[in-house]
């Protein structure tokens, strides 16, 4: 398993360190690195990521602490470790107890104190990332991870099959791949163990609400990454109204 970590940092040699530091650890990593908070968001909201590690005084208007709130909308229960010369325990109150940080780091630091907070945070993203749903025709089946997962579609009446649209692994891009169902999308729901990871948007759709970039009023679509462009329904727009 590779794991993908973003760094939120304005100095290049906390960048570098934290980045040795990953290196150091015997896993499979790839590190994504920002400067700012919008640069951060794009790539958060382009990659999946499971750890993140975030300095709160950054060289513009915006903190860490403002990130963290906003990709708290889409990864709620993702690790974040912040590495901070800001050690006031007011922003460690509002980190731990408003953000739900797993872990505050005072600059300077030493590297067995980022090694034990990664260590910890890697269970945490392997538990997120075992979180699986499995999909079968005929004589295949196949076992998607929840994360992967873009949008499903239920074929036209009578077909009893849907059509998974999802990020692979083994090529970098996504892929479709038709599988049958018994009756109807409430059935493919109730396979996800977690009811935040994907939700209805149309009787004939299923999309994951972490990939949701957007909202064409004229057509009545939802914009997700890669300009993936799917049909949302009247009745089912308050499942997806706080990602919009």
Same mark, same amino acid.
């Given at each position: 398993m ?12 906390f ?17 994504? @690195?920002a400067y ?10 382009? %990659? ?7 300095d ?37 109150? @509002? ?16 590297n067995?104190q ?17 979180? @699986?749903?499995?999909?079968k025709?005929q004589?295949?089946?196949? %076992? ?5 997962i ?14 998974? @649209?999802?990020?692979?692994? %083994? %090529? ?16 493919v729901?109730?396979?996800?163990l977690n009811d935040?990871d994907?939700?209805r ?9 972490k ?10 679509e ?23």
């Amino acid at each position: 398993m590779t794991f993908s970590f973003l760094i939120l940092e304005d100095e290049q040699q906390f960048i570098n360190k934290i980045d040795s530091v990953i290196k150091s650890m015997d896993i499979n990593s790839k590190v994504l @690195t920002a400067y700012n908070v919008e640069e951060a968001l794009k790539k958060a909201y382009s %990659t999946a990521i499971d750890v993140f590690l975030v300095d709160i005084n950054l060289n513009e208007p915006r903190t860490g602490l403002d990130f963290i709130r906003e990709v708290r909308e889409e990864y709620p229960l993702s690790p974040v470790i912040i590495i901070s010369a800001l050690s006031e325990i007011h922003h460690k109150i @509002t980190a731990f107890n408003d953000l739900k940080v797993l872990g505050y780091i005072d600059k300077p630091f030493e590297n067995e104190q980022v090694i034990t907070d990664l260590l910890k945070a890697l269970e945490i993203a392997k538990i997120i990332n075992n979180r @699986t749903v499995t999909f079968k025709r005929q004589n295949f089946a196949r %076992t998607y991870r929840t994360k992967d997962i873009y949008c499903i579609q239920r074929m036209p009446k009578g077909k009893k099959r849907i059509v998974v @649209t999802a990020y692979d692994e %083994t %090529t970098g891009d996504l892929a479709t791949d038709e599988f049958s169902i018994k009756s109807s999308l409430a059935e493919v729901l109730e396979l996800f163990l977690n009811d935040q990871d994907v939700v209805r948007c149309h009787q004939s759709w299923i999309v994951n609400p972490k990939y949701i970039r957007g909202f064409d009023v004229n057509k009545e679509e939802l914009i997700l990454v890669n300009n993936i462009k799917i049909p949302l329904g009247d009745t089912y727009k308050h499942n997806v109204a706080s990602f919009i």
